[in-house]
């Protein structure tokens, strides 16, 4: 009954069917010994039970899938919601499946949509590099994905109903890589997965507590397109980041 009540509080709060379930930010933890995150390392289990995490409302192939390779399968020709017919491609992410850092953005744009990849477009090669010239890692190191799997028409910004639609795979997602920590660009990403309606602009640069992974919410790389100052603020952001990873070049 509480996991009914909390995803029908959640669906209510996005404008799909009521009071909200407030993010809670926590003090970032103490600098990780320095390594790689590109490092071999023995895959992890789900961080948690499928049936304890809300997913009382994932469908059962969702839910029980255990490596990447399959809840792509289990998604399949994705016709869960009104996206379906606008899309070329599904993007489902792209990366290591088993990276210490995961960054989540919004959703496709065309670039995404024609290639079936997140971040290839001009935000994209803005995200790369971030990760390549200021994190000094490599894109592949990295998870890349978005809160919604297919683009919406003319870019617009994702509709209530396609984000409930989408959210259970982006959750298994993150329990199948089980990250270290979890960047969410813009703010769908991060009031998504933190559920709340607080702005970006009050949420960026504090570390939260997402399912047990540290959550960096910061500016997406479209918006630093049109407003190039704030680039300093998701560096500081990014640096924030690389200190609780251990990489090289962060600053205390």
């Known amino acids: 009954m509480a996991a009914i009540r909390a995803h029908l509080d959640y669906q209510r709060r996005l404008g799909v069917s009521g009071y909200a379930v ?5 003090a970032p933890p103490p600098s990780a ?3 790689r995150v590109a ?3 023995t895959p992890q289990p789900a961080r948690a039970d499928p049936a304890q995490t809300g997913s009382l409302f994932t469908e059962p192939g969702v839910a029980r899938a255990t490596s990447l390779d399959a809840l792509r399968a289990a998604i399949g020709d994705c016709q869960r919601c ?3 017919p606008h899309r070329t491609n599904l993007v489902f992410g792209v990366g290591n499946p088993g990276a210490r850092l995961v960054f989540v953005g919004e959703g496709p744009g065309a670039d995404e949509d024609a290639q079936g990849e997140p971040f290839v477009g001009r935000a994209g090669q803005l995200l790369t590099e971030i990760i ?6 490599r894109r592949e190191d990295v998870y890349i994905a978005n809160v919604i799997k297919c683009r919406p028409p003319g870019n617009r910004n994702p509709e209530p109903d396609e984000v409930v639609s989408c959210e259970p795979f982006l959750l298994r997602q993150l329990e199948l890589i089980a990250p270290e ?7 769908f990403a991060a009031q998504t997965l933190l559920r709340t309606k607080t702005p970006i602009t009050q949420l960026r640069g504090r570390w939260f ?5 540290r959550l960096m919410a910061t500016f997406h790389p479209a918006y630093l397109l ?4 704030d680039k300093r603020l998701v560096w500081q952001d990014i640096q924030q980041v690389m200190q609780v990873l251990g990489l090289p070049g962060a600053r205390a």
């Open 22 to 26: 407030n993010a809670r930010p926590v």
């Open 33 to 35: 010994p320095e390594r």
């Open 39 to 41: 490092a071999v390392r």
């Open 82 to 84: 009104k996206l379906a």
């Open 132 to 137: 390549t010239k200021g994190m000094r890692l």
């Open 181 to 187: 920590v979890v960047v969410a660009l813009g703010k």
């Open 209 to 213: 507590d997402y399912r047990g992974i």
């Open 226 to 229: 049109r407003n190039p100052a």
